[in-house]
């Protein structure tokens, strides 16, 4: 055992699949993940991989047929949905793959909202809106509609809502899925930013270039890991995922 502090994420044998109208869909088939704090973790596989599947079983969206799951060393297994709710509130920042704002809700409303919903002043959460969205280039945004934004500016808002409570962790399913390359770079160089202060992140995305951002590559293959790869040669210590490769340069 190493004296390390609990990671902020692990998961143990996580498997799910879906019972649609069709034939079963093994989305995910036995996924084992330990994510440090600090660190930043992009998750790559082609579509249909199962790469939102596991991100919604990550921040309990979803719960998995088999397998554990915990925050910060708890156990979440036993977590009721309202204590999953509440946990997100305060540990998990969710960044979906379709932006999910509250069409009916200004853009200043849908970053206070979580905010407001997990205790925080009024005047507060004012703040936080207004230096989060002064940081992604959205002032004088803040009382537009969703359905006014272009995509990349809704992918921003949706960001500032993940992060306006100050997530320890920051899950995010392709946060430049619509974005031209001008909006990938702007979401690229947030999350560096955001990164290079101690956020920690999982972003899945079909990017190369944004997963280049991360200093570890997941290969999401087919509802399992195929590959895991720290970007900068400094291993994860105590991560316990099997087969990890360093690139050095
Ligand atoms: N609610 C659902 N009901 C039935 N099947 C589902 C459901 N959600 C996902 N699936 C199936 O599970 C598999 C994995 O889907 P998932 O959305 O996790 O893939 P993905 O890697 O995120 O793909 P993409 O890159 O296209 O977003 C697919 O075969 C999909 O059809
Ligand atoms: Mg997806």
Redesign the pocket.
């Known amino acids: 055992m190493s004296d390390s502090p609990a990671p902020v994420l692990r998961a143990e044998r996580l498997v799910r699949t879906?019972?649609?109208?069709?034939a079963?869909?093994?989305?995910?088939r036995g996924v084992d993940l330990r994510v440090r704090r600090g660190e930043f973790v992009a998750i790559t596989?082609?579509?249909?991989?199962?790469?939102?599947?596991?991100?919604?079983l990550l921040g309990g969206l979803q719960r998995p047929d088999s397998g554990s799951l915990w925050l910060d060393g708890e156990c979440t297994d036993a977590y009721s949905e309202a204590r999953w709710a509440v946990e997100r509130r305060k540990r998990i920042g969710i960044v979906f793959?379709f932006f999910n704002l509250v069409s009916n809700l200004s853009v200043a409303d849908n970053v206070e909202l979580p905010a407001l919903l997990a205790g925080v002043s009024p005047r507060h959460a004012r703040a936080e809106r207004e230096e989060l969205l002064a940081e992604l280039g959205l002032t004088g945004k803040e009382r537009s509609m969703p359905g006014e934004l272009s995509g990349g500016e809704q992918q921003r808002v949706a960001l500032a809502r993940a992060l306006v409570n100050h997530p320890p962790l920051l899950l995010a399913?392709?946060p430049a899925?619509s974005l031209d390359s001008k909006g990938t770079r702007e979401v690229m160089r947030l999350l560096t930013r955001f990164h290079l202060r101690g956020q920690t992140i999982v972003l899945?995305t079909?990017d190369a270039r944004l997963a280049s951002a991360a200093d570890r590559v997941i290969s999401?293959f087919d509802?399992r890991i195929a590959d895991d790869a720290v970007l900068d040669g400094v291993p994860p210590r105590g991560t316990g995922t099997s087969g990890v490769l360093e690139l050095r340069d």
């Open positions: 879906h019972h649609g109208e069709g079963p869909a093994h989305a995910v596989g082609p579509s249909g991989a199962g790469k939102s599947t596991l991100l919604h793959q399913d392709e899925g899945v079909h999401f509802g």
